[in-house]
């Protein structure tokens, strides 16, 4: 994906099979909000049972609702973009597997750096627009236009690149 991400959204997505896309997607936000409680350990919601038991409550959440649920979300509004732009396009399965692949670069956007927060943003918001433009077989403008907003919400709030740009702006700012 990393060297070739036309080549992998050609091969890697299957038609009708969202199950590997999701797995990736949960072991992307598995990762990510792992790395973060251990790097922030005071962002661990407080529940009975100590801040070990929270931070796995925390992670199978994360794991059993809040990225599958983000993830066909943002699926589903990806799929009513490209419909107004696109006569002939790829399925709703083949779009669930492009937003998930696309977030790789984000496992690691928890790391306490907005340099390397807003590039795993970044990058994973072109790998969005570069699998949306292979597996639904459309131009690179029409992919960037189609994935504006779900990029916006994935890789702008969901990982955090938003607020890591912002940051990055205010420390130029005072150079």
Request: one cysteine or more; glycine letters at 8%.
């Amino acid at each position: 994906m990393v060297v070739r991400p036309r080549q992998f959204f050609r091969d890697g997505v299957a038609p009708g099979d969202q199950a590997p896309g999701l797995v990736f997607a949960i072991a992307v936000a598995l990762v990510y909000q792992g790395l973060g409680f251990a790097l922030a350990p005071a962002t661990i919601p407080a529940i009975e049972g100590g801040p070990l038991v929270s931070a796995l409550v925390a992670l199978l959440v994360v794991a059993l609702f809040v990225a599958p649920a983000l993830l066909h979300l943002t699926a589903a509004i990806q799929t009513a973009l490209l419909i107004p732009l696109l006569s002939r396009r790829a399925g709703v399965s083949e779009t669930v597997q492009v937003i998930a692949y696309a977030a790789a670069p984000c496992a690691f956007a928890s790391l306490p750096i907005p340099g390397v927060r807003a590039l795993c943003a970044v990058y994973g918001a072109v790998l969005l627009v570069v699998g949306i433009s292979e597996v639904h077989q459309t131009t690179v403008p029409k992919a960037a236009l189609a994935a504006a907003v779900p990029a916006g919400v994935v890789f702008g709030y969901a990982f955090g690149g938003f607020r890591a740009l912002s940051e990055l702006a205010a420390a130029l700012a005072l150079v």
